[in-house]
């Protein structure tokens, strides 16, 4: 039998198999096994391929989304220095709530 190691749990010693993810279409398992079988090293990278672009791909997002933070605090920090003279850009908000409290 051919299967994939889908997750490792080491602390437990355990291992997770499947035969689905070398299914071509889903349910060819069902269909015909010895086809599944026959094409499951194909199957198989094409499988890791698939992983490894989404993996890329969240990799690239969360890369996008930190560095999209990262301006929009370059930004803050611009209007602070140019507008009122304040090095602190949350300063207007604190002066809000101070004035809010009082």
């Not at 398992?29 to 672009?53: C, G, I, N, Q, S």
């Not at 993996?55 to 690239?60: D, F, L, M, P, Y």
């Amino acid at each position: 039998v051919k299967c994939m190691i889908i997750d490792h749990d080491k602390v437990n010693g355990r291992i997770a198999l499947s035969t689905k993810t070398l299914e071509p279409e889903p349910g060819d398992m069902l269909k015909d096994p010895e086809m599944v079988f026959d094409k499951a090293e194909e199957t198989a990278a094409r499988y890791h391929e698939r992983m490894e672009a989404e993996r890329k791909a969240r990799e690239e997002a969360a890369r996008d989304i930190v560095l999209g933070l990262g301006d929009s605090l370059d930004d803050l920090a611009d209007d602070g220095a140019n507008g009122d003279g304040s090095s602190d850009p949350l300063s207007d908000v604190s002066d809000s709530l101070d004035s809010l409290l009082s």
